[in-house]
């Protein structure tokens, strides 16, 4: 079946600092991909997608680049906040409909 | 503009007792519905969805349910809570099957 593995947590980073999480995928066909961040307490929210292979996702500053031949969907960010710490989940849906979704990693910027 | 309701948005119980979350969806017609649990420190996991009034599929045998009696109105029971079934309980929905997924708020569900 699908499955999505994202980079260990948790992530400790200085403000200002450079973001890359990484979240590899396996699928059959052409899904779409996702990144999600939860703020604590909160649900999930939609932070950027990309539909098809070599698709940039982009939203607030974060970045993801679709990509097929390595079946990966990282997310980056150049310049981290305080205000961005929070647990990020990289997912896929398949052509079917269904979600699967990464264990998420814990982001936390520090001042 | 679409929204999605959940509540409450914390409950204890004790372990024994029922259960009934709520979800709605306000400002779409036949969503696709969606019942998820984040355990602590974990990623989701699918329970329940619906594609249209009274049709219900289980992903996980457990002791929960789900309902959906009516077009934007979906919830999850159980007869009898289990230590295990504590986390944050999440709905979700789509407005098809190629579109984009959003979530309400959650459920935090702490068994005792």
């Known amino acids: 079946g699908d499955s999505v593995t994202q980079m260990e947590g948790p992530v400790t980073l200085s403000e200002e600092a450079f973001l890359t999480i990484n979240c590899t995928y396996t699928?059959?066909?052409?899904?779409?991909l996702f990144w999600y961040v939860q703020y604590p307490g909160e649900g999930l929210q939609l932070l950027l997608k990309a539909t098809k292979a070599d698709d940039k996702g982009s939203n607030k500053g974060f970045e993801a680049t679709y990509r097929k031949e390595t079946t990966s969907f990282h997310l980056e960010k150049g310049s981290v906040q305080v205000s961005d710490s929070a647990v990020y989940f990289c997912a896929l849906k398949d052509n079917a409909g269904k979600s699967t979704f990464g264990d998420g990693t814990t982001l936390t910027v520090k001042p | 503009s679409q929204t999605i309701h959940q509540w409450p948005a914390t409950l204890v119980q004790p372990v024994g007792s029922p259960l009934s979350l709520e979800c709605t969806v306000e400002?779409?017609?036949?969503?696709?519905l969606y019942w998820y649990r984040q355990a602590a420190g974990r990623g989701l996991q699918l329970l329940f969805y619906s594609v249209g009034i009274g049709q219900i599929s289980s992903e996980v045998p457990q002791n929960l349910s789900a309902s959906r009696p009516q077009d934007r109105q979906f919830i999850l029971s159980s007869k009898k809570l289990l230590l295990s079934d504590s986390g944050f309980y999440l709905c979700?929905?789509?407005?098809?099957?190629?579109?984009?997924?959003?979530f309400g708020p959650g459920t935090r569900l702490l068994v005792l």
């Open positions: 699928a059959t066909g052409y899904p779409s």
């Open positions: 400002g779409t017609s036949n969503p696709n």
């Open positions: 979700a929905w789509r407005s098809g099957l190629r579109e984009t997924q959003y």
